[in-house]
């Protein structure tokens, strides 16, 4: 599966576009805050220019305007407060990226001239109390992170991946409604898990970038990840988070840091129990990184390993006997199948033992209890520092 089609349509849609839908019909009335003196009359000219202009035509005035177009976005954003108006300005600015994401460059250009980072304007909105508000800004940065020139650093991308992590915990799977505002009053379960789909899919966007997997993870961003598939939710959330684990494992080095989370018994699980072939899909492709991007020979075996003790293989088997529209799958299940089948060929009890100990999926098998199978392999336990007892 090619990692950059799939990615470029990471952000979900769902409640938030639905809600973006509605809040482009309002049309904002930029007089009135012109003559209050809210916003400059440069601002309000461009603005209403802007907002009324064709595809076309509005390439062709950030082509000639980008720098005004960033300044009078970031103005009205820093000089309105009106919730409705600011939910419409985002919506402005996301979907002009979103048209063409090679745009981000007049707000990484503006903030040049500013000293400031392209992502500092929107930081801050995550703290907002309306619901459509903050994950439409969470959007716009994922998308200035993921596709500008510059790398999100330091206590920026600390304040961000955080706010991810709080967001998709467990505990906050289900948003406390504000007290106030155009985003107060209670929402359904539906669209609680509709909102942590969106904040799933901007990390599903920034792990696109190398450099973010290696802070994601760092961050303790796998636990984050391991929490939201053991609670049991929606096939799409689960989706979306398997989808960033499939990310994590083109990177060889990651690979060997993945080792120590379980991935794979989660995942089995999930497959097992899996009725939606999209799901499937990213699960095998996952299992296929795993396998192909992992550059020591260890580590491939230990995953292998791990799918056999989790009867993967006889998964596989029954999934070969299915026919499917999508190539990658029909792919990945014969890379699969071959790979699992050699590592068979190779597999000693033991090796079966240190798997599922590992795993924490002990299973007394009756080679297991014999004298001669702990006679044979007891001084093992020793290897690697005690590994095995610890």
Known sequence: MDIRGAVDAAVPTNIIDAKAAEVRSNLVNWQSYLQSQMISAEDCEFIKKFEVANSEDKQLILTREGNQCAKTFLNLMAHISKEQTV??????????????????????????????????????????????????????????????????????????????????????????????????????????????????????????????????????????IMAVLSNKCGFQLQYHMIFCVWLLAYSPELCEQLRRYNVVPALSDILQESVKEKVTRIILAAFRNFLEKSTERETRQEYALAMIQCKVLKQLENLDQQKYDDEDITEDIKFLLERLGESVQDLSSFDEYSSELKSGRLEWSPVHKSEKFWRENAVRLNEKNYELLK
């Not at 955080?162 to 467990?170: A, C, E, T, V």
Request: aromatic letters at 14%; proline letters at 3%; hydrophobic letters at 40%.
């Open 87 to 224: 939910q419409y300005i985002l919506t402005l600015i996301d979907d002009t990226l979103q048209e063409n994401p090679q745009r981000v460059s007049i707000f990484f250009d503006y903030a040049k001239k500013t000293k400031n980072t392209a992502w500092s304007y929107f930081l801050p909105m995550l703290n907002r109390q309306d619901f459509f508000t903050v994950h439409m800004a969470a959007r716009i940065i994922a998308k200035l992170a993921a596709m500008g020139r510059d790398l999100m650093e330091g206590s920026d991308l600390n304040y961000y991946f955080n706010w991810i992590k709080s967001q998709l915990s467990s505990q906050n799977l289900h948003f406390k409604a504000p007290e106030s505002g155009t985003g107060a009053g209670s929402i359904s379960p539906s669209e609680s898990s509709q909102y942590a789909q969106c904040v799933a899919g901007c990390l599903q966007l920034m792990l696109k970038v190398n450099e973010y997997r290696f802070a994601w993870v760092e961050a303790d961003g796998v636990n984050c």
